[in-house]
């Protein structure tokens, strides 16, 4: 047998606190009153007791340190001993549901069960095995014997509900509930229940009693009789509803759920312009909870957009909640998000974005946001700012340091540039987007190699390859600066490969990995490469027009050469070393 995976078997750990080793009858047991008809196996001898008692805790033992092989057959032995043993049932259960199936693992688990009907642990497993194979009717007796067994566990008791409920079998899902009453006394949970239990069954009047009682229990709280005017509105009782409504709001004038459902009932009567007026009461009030001022307003925007998305109406009570102090920022980010949702210019976007900051300088993704649209607008000094701004707040936040970064690397501040993506490498950790570190390393990378300080800059090129190893910028530039250097040229046209198998369209790509297989002398190839990298090339760049005009000369054509490097010449008017290929009519190589 296959060595067997250990999570199937940790269960059986536990249920050796519960199962003792069977050596003959098994004894009627009593347990909270209740008596439970014996059964009478037949006995072993002494002696195939001792020997039943070595073998199944050797198994466990074997169990336990991982050797399931050896476990399964001490127990397939301990039944050769005594084939009544329920505990070794219980035990092969999970051995054979992985070697033969659920359906052999559940007569397994049945066996051990009738053997030992008093058994909760046998009895709850073939229970949830009768539930997986979903034959309920089985499962129901098997989680009923487990609830006589223990009648203080209320969570068989929510099972069986569920699966009486499955049934439709509502009068035993009733019992259910009010078995569970009986032990943790009623609850608005319960109350719920045999509401939808009653709503199902078609019995109004039970079902609205049901909700009436659990008010008259609890005078003081004002919510119950708010849902007991919901109920009334929902069923066709209007006039009802506004009196338990208007009683809530006389003795609490702010109760928040009584005035959401005044605006319900006003919609429900036809007087839209007054549940709008509540509705934007509720809004612009300082004592309306934020998640409800939310929930409303959302649910505007939802109906908003299914009735034609005029974000005229919208925008204007936007702006008439958020012209009063507001104790979070929740509101001002939906407003910049809907605002996002109808394009509205990004100036105006960011105005909002930056009173959101007001509100939580702490709030990173709207920071980011930010940061990004002004990014968008080249204003470099901003996107420092504001990120020098978010690192204070938010210290742990690689985003921040990468921005941060390369907005000195646009004012040509390599120093700050590279310490601003150290800083960042530094606090990356498990929870760190692996891509945003890895370009951290790859522009470290960039940064290092243009200071002339290859080896620390192969390292970095290596730090975002761990963290990133499609990270096809990396790939790109490290493959590039080994093939300059003449170094590692098998490796760099390893990683080059790979960028061009998967962005075959890309010049910069293409021409490195041409330029690679022109250092390796395989002139041929790099020509079919340097060309479908020209064909590629819409910015006309200097350096692929000039590899273009190398590559060529190398295989012979003299005539494209000249074209490539004139052309080349005219983008990179001081390029003195293209001046003389041109002046030889032949490629030289002046590094």
């Keep these: ?67 399931f092989d050896a476990a399964y057959d001490l127990f397939s032995h301990c039944l050769d001993i005594n084939p009544n043993a329920a505990e070794v049932y219980f035990m092969l ?3 054979n549901g992985i070697l033969q199936g659920d359906s052999v693992a559940l007569e397994d688990v049945k066996k051990a069960s009738e053997l030992n009907p008093d058994n909760n642990a046998y009895l709850e497993r073939l229970g949830s095995g009768y539930l997986k194979t979903n034959n309920l009717d089985e499962a129901i007796k098997a989680y009923e014997k487990l609830s006589k067994n223990s009648p203080e566990r209320s969570d068989i008791l929510d099972i069986l509900t569920q699966l009486y409920g499955q049934k439709k079998d509502y009068n035993n899902m009733l019992l259910a509930i009010k078995r569970i009453e009986d032990l943790e006394g009623s609850s608005e949970q319960t109350t719920l229940a045999k509401m939808r239990v009653y709503a199902l069954q078609g019995k109004k009047e039970e079902e609205f009693n049901e909700l009436k009682s659990m008010s008259l229990k609890h005078p003081n709280d004002m919510n119950y009789r708010v849902m007991m005017g919901n109920w009334l509105l929902q069923n066709g009782k209007p006039e009802d509803a506004y009196n338990e409504y208007m009683y809530v709001l006389k003795q609490e004038p702010d109760n928040n759920m009584a005035q959401m459902s005044m605006v319900d009932y006003f919609r429900s009567v036809g007087q839209t312009q007054k549940a709008d007026s509540i509705q934007e009461e509720m809004l612009v009030s300082t004592k309306t909870p934020v998640e409800s001022k939310m929930s409303i307003m959302r649910q505007i925007v939802a109906n908003n957009e299914k009735n034609g998305g005029d974000s005229t109406q919208v925008l204007g009570l936007f702006k008439r909640i958020l012209s009063k102090p507001q104790k979070t920022s929740d509101m001002t980010e939906l407003y910049a998000a809907y605002m996002s949702l109808k394009k509205m210019p990004q100036d105006s976007i960011s105005r909002v974005l930056e009173q959101i900051l007001e509100i939580s300088p702490d709030n990173v993704a709207a920071r980011i946001q930010l940061i990004q649209a002004e990014w968008q607008k080249q204003n470099y ?59 951290c390393y790859a522009v470290m990378g960039d940064i290092l190699h243009g200071m002339g300080k290859e080896t620390e800059a192969y390292a970095a090129y290596d730090n975002s390859l761990e963290w990133k190893d499609d990270n096809f910028g990396c790939l790109n530039n490290y493959a590039y600066y080994l093939s300059e250097s003449d ?19 890309n010049s910069t790509y293409l021409d490195t990995y041409a330029w690679i297989l022109f250092k390796q002398k395989k002139y041929k190839d790099a020509l079919e490469y340097i060309v479908m990298a020209v064909d590629n090339d819409s910015t006309k760049s200097s350096v692929i027009i000039e590899h273009a005009g190398d590559i060529h000369a190398v295989n012979g054509d003299i005539e494209s050469a000249l074209k490539y490097w004139n052309e080349a010449l005219e983008l990179d008017k001081e390029n003195k070393t293209l001046m003389r290929k041109i002046k030889l009519k032949k490629y030289i190589n002046e590094k």
């Design 93 to 95: 259960s999970s051995y």
């Design 381 to 439: 000094d901003r996107v420092a700012e504001l990120s020098k701004q978010a690192i204070d707040y938010s210290p742990d936040e690689v985003t921040f340091y990468y921005f941060l970064g390369m907005a000195y690397l646009q004012d040509d501040k390599d120093d700050e540039a590279l310490d601003a993506m150290q800083r960042g490498v530094n606090v990356a950790d498990d929870s760190s987007n692996p891509s945003l570190v890895s370009d």
């Design 1 to 67: 047998m296959n060595k067997l995976i250990t999570y199937f078997l940790c269960p059986f750990l536990a249920v050796f606190l519960l199962v003792g080793c069977s050596g003959g009858k098994q004894t009627s047991a009593k347990q909270k009153g209740v008596q439970r008809q014996s059964v009478v196996l037949p006995q072993i001898s002494h002696n195939d007791s001792l020997r039943f008692k070595m073998y199944f805790f050797e198994g466990v033992k074997q169990q336990t340190q991982g050797n």
């Design 487 to 505: 170094k590692q040229l098998e490796k760099a046209e390893q990683m080059s490969y790979r960028t061009v198998q998967a962005e075959p369209d």
